[in-house]
């Protein structure tokens, strides 16, 4: 399985965007995918989880209501959609996927049998 990120860029305080995770190799629909972001000189930080089917999605506590998860089976794409970004959330942003990981595991990057190469998003203030 490959997993491909896109969408980052640069952006102002207060602006959005949208990141897209592409899957190809595998069967999309059965994997549990997460979202996970690394800035510079921090640890890798988990941000929102989404179910195979678009449900449950789980967050981050201090992401909620600004970040929102979803996907497309058809399209084989998980979406993270940004909103009211600020220089926190400055980052390179990874999907990764699992068929396996059980929903207790979630925010457990190891867990994960598949990543992106990640996206960076920079946020200016």
């Known amino acids: 399985v490959q997993l491909q990120a896109s969408g980052g860029g640069l952006v102002q305080a207060g602006g959005s965007l949208r990141l897209s995770c592409v899957a190809s190799g595998g069967t999309f629909r059965n994997y549990r995918v997460g979202w996970f972001r690394q800035a510079p000189g921090k640890d890798r930080e988990f941000v929102a989880f989404?179910?195979?089917?678009?449900?449950?999605?789980y967050y981050e506590d201090s992401l909620k209501g600004r970040f929102t998860v979803s996907r497309d089976n058809a399209k084989s794409t998980v979406y993270l959609q940004m909103n009211s970004l600020n220089s926190e959330d400055t980052a390179t942003y990874y999907c990764a996927a699992s068929r396996t990981i059980i929903y207790g595991q979630k925010r457990e990057a190891r867990q994960y049998d598949w990543w992106g190469q990640g996206t960076l998003v920079t946020v200016s203030s």
């Open positions: 989404i179910d195979r089917s678009g449900s449950p999605t």
